[in-house]
């Protein structure tokens, strides 16, 4: 079966503007995450769903950044007025549920800001 | 809240040769751990996990860790490395998997 696919892969943008990254995770998992990984870094949590509502959304840096997971299925990471320091590889991963079980990661999205 | 140490940023090892990738865990609750790997250019995968039982788990590509409660580590190993193993790995604990800034397993010819 398929993986979790991120789209774009790659987002090259200027300053001050919006962005949408998106991510489908694989069928039946409930629970959604998404996470930041600057280079040399370790993954950074940003916020995780279960089903439709964020559960956590203590990671997101500011204001500008949001997401949305409007049927439970696939989620949008948008992140506004975008800043040179948002610039990382922006990771999904999905699980069947929260809780101890595996997380599967999609491939990621590298966002440029120049 | 349980959180996890990994104390070498970079570890260089010759083909062949063994490793032991160091994770210390500090939890006032039961203890989960994972250890996902990330070679380079691609994603995240899961190497092993401890949630109960054996404190001696296998994972994939030969690897295994141990849980030691008294020692409250969770150590990575492999008895003989390949090129191939060279990555970033990551312990850390499930749900919103706080990762450290990773090991980074560089393995030479």
């Known amino acids: 079966g398929a993986g979790v696919s991120q789209t774009p892969s790659n987002k090259v943008t200027e300053k001050g503007k919006y962005v949408e990254l998106r991510c489908d995770p694989i069928s039946g998992h409930t629970a959604l995450y998404w996470y930041r990984q600057s280079l040399g870094q370790g993954p950074e949590f940003l916020i995780y769903f279960q089903g439709t509502g964020a559960a956590d959304d203590s990671g997101l840096p500011n204001d500008r950044f949001f997401a949305v997971r409007p049927e439970g299925s696939v989620s949008t990471l948008k992140i506004q007025r975008t800043e040179r320091g948002d610039s990382a590889v922006y990771l999904c991963?999905?699980?069947?549920?929260?809780?101890?079980?595996?997380?599967?990661f999609g491939p990621g999205t590298r966002l440029t800001v120049l | 809240a349980q959180s996890v140490t990994q104390l070498d940023s970079q570890v260089p090892v010759f083909e062949e040769a063994p490793v032991e990738l160091r994770c210390n865990y500090s939890s006032s609750v039961s203890v989960y751990l994972f250890w996902y790997v990330q070679y380079p250019n691609q994603g995240l995968q899961l190497l092993l996990k401890y949630l109960s039982g054996s404190t001696l788990v296998k994972g994939i590509n030969g690897f295994e860790a141990e849980f030691n409660k008294s020692q409250t580590s969770f150590h990575l190993r492999k008895p003989s490395v390949h090129i191939s193993d060279t990555a970033e790995y990551f312990c850390a604990p499930p749900n919103k998997l706080i990762f450290g800034a990773g090991t980074r397993l560089a393995v030479h010819p």
């Open positions: 991963a999905s699980s069947l549920s929260i809780g101890n079980n595996e997380q599967f």
